[in-house]
């Protein structure tokens, strides 16, 4: 249970510091609702390595599509 814990807290950073780059309080708060963590970090935390990225997923396709303008625009 520790080390889910330690995941769960190591994750929840990584999305805050995100969170913490984009402007968009409502973008934040659809992330937030929407945002699913999957891929290659989850062995690496369990093997005690530092994850060399972190793939994130969305519940839906307007939160997708919000997280995709929001970038384009600031492109």
Known sequence: MALIKTM?????KKIADWLGTITDKELCKLIKENIVITGGCFP???QNETPKDY???FKTKEA??????????AW
Do not use: L
Request: net charge positive; hydrophobic share 35%.
């Open 44 to 46: 690496s935390m369990i």
């Open 55 to 57: 793939d994130c997923y």
């Open 8 to 12: 769960n807290k190591i994750i929840g």
């Open 64 to 73: 997708t599509k919000k997280v995709a303008e929001y970038y384009v625009k």
